[in-house]
């Protein structure tokens, strides 16, 4: 290419790189990828803009659910940043492409030092004074909280980031931070009633957004459900739902159907609870995910077992203990409970009673108060099976605590109503 030709291409990358961040501030997914490559293919290697611009196609190409595609570019984008000296973006791209491995390979992750590698880019984004880069620093440090289900710490790691985006003037960073802001009250000990006033308020602060409505929606209609509001959070599912599709972003569609599930297995309904839960298992499987599979593995599972397919769920459990890290520890504590009521339903109680204890043992480390509720109403299950009445009822009024904790009306009621039947 001639100096001509060159200038030309530089000048019509100029005009497509703004609305390249018009899509990604919308989140529009398949604009991003269009628009950042477009720019990508017309950069000269030379010029100093074509490293954010790889940068940001490769959060673009994530976001669409080609994640080895991203890895290995956000590799490369490392790589020539260091090669050019430019730190930030390098750190930058290295952040990303370990918060993407952690998903990819989540067995061969070290999530100690995921924290220590976002606590050691928090110290050198600081000293340069990167908003960005601090939001980044402080989004990987939730992610390792995230994993290990603190979901404290990662409300703390998630609001630092959010502060730091804000600063930075990054709308599409901002709402990466307030969906792991949401999805931590979800998760963590934030009651469901302070969790939705919350979203609320976060959904008002970033009004007509559909990016920020997407990731406060998708985990809002869990909390919705905890507190009977059946018709809301099923309206609010479906909406995240309908945005993520519009959007063109496979990952948050996958992860709408998850939290869709979640509603519909509130509601009682296992068959809408498995229709949900399939579509979600299915996109992370052909994606190559296996961090959130590994969870949403045993989610599918419980709906099939819930339905009497109980073969079904223990091959379900399979799958997640084969990929899940041991230090996931609600993938963990999941699977060792849906198998262990499989094997209660198949005569061996002593290694089903073991089994189920084992998973409550797992999930006191966490702070996952409704999910522990869960686990330990599965080993009342286990115990009732065995016809130890005395100690299924202790493990009820635990769940029953869990649940109160929460705020989680629906669960509450159900651990009221099977200890009135013992």
């Known amino acids: 290419m001639d100096e001509e030709s060159r200038a030309l291409a530089g000048r019509a990358a100029t005009w497509l790189i703004p609305a390249a961040r018009r899509a990604s501030a919308r989140g529009d997914v398949a604009a991003q990828v269009n628009l950042f490559g477009r720019a990508e293919e017309l950069l000269d290697r030379e010029d100093p803009r074509r490293g954010e611009v790889r940068f940001q196609l490769a959060l673009a190409v994530s976001s ?14 490392a790589e020539e940043a260091g090669a050019r000296g430019e730190r930030p973006l390098e750190l930058r791209s290295r952040i990303h492409r370990q918060y993407l491995r952690s998903s990819t390979h989540p067995t061969e992750t070290s999530y100690a030092r995921l924290l220590e590698e976002g606590e050691e880019a928090v110290a050198t984004f600081a000293e340069l004074g990167d908003d960005a880069g601090l939001a980044a620093a402080w989004n990987l440090i939730a992610t390792a909280h995230y994993f290990w289900s603190h979901h404290g710490p990662r409300l703390q790691a998630a609001e630092q980031a959010l502060e730091h985006a804000t600063r930075a003037g990054d709308l599409a960073l901002a709402s990466d931070c307030v969906g792991k802001v949401a999805f931590a009250m979800l998760h963590g000990p934030t009651p469901a009633g302070a969790a939705v006033r919350r979203s609320q308020d976060l959904l008002a602060r970033f009004p007509g957004r559909p990016r920020f409505e997407l990731v406060i929606m998708t985990p809002m209609c869990v909390s919705l459900a905890m507190l009977g509001r059946f018709r809301d959070a099923q309206d609010v599912a479906a909406k995240a739902m309908a945005i993520a599709e519009d959007l063109g972003s496979t990952w948050s ?85 849906l198998r262990a009521k499989v094997l209660a339903r198949r005569g061996a109680a002593s290694e089903a009673e073991s089994l189920g204890r084992d998973a409550v043992e ?9 999910v522990q509720g869960d686990v330990i109403m599965d080993l009342f299950d286990v115990l009732r099976h065995a016809g130890r009445a005395e100690a299924a009822r202790e493990a009820a009024e635990e769940a029953l605590g869990l649940y109160g904790q929460k705020g989680n009306v629906v669960s509450a009621a159900r651990a009221r109503a099977v200890l009135a039947d013992l």
């Open 64 to 77: 669409s659910g080609e994640v080895e595609r991203a890895g290995a570019l956000l590799g490369e984008v």
């Open 253 to 337: 569609f996958a992860l709408a159907a998850r939290m869709a599930g979640d509603v519909e297995r509130l509601t009682g309904d296992w068959q809408a609870a498995e229709r949900m839960y399939r579509r979600g298992y299915e996109i992370l499987d052909r994606m190559g995910e296996k961090g959130q599979l590994s969870t949403l593995a045993v989610l599918l599972g419980n709906a099939v077992y819930a339905q009497g397919r109980h073969d079904e769920a223990f091959d379900l459990t399979k799958v997640s203990s084969d990929v899940a890290s041991p230090e996931d520890f609600m993938s963990q504590m999941l699977w060792r409970a």
């Open 362 to 370: 797992v999930g006191r480390k966490t702070d996952s108060i409704d």
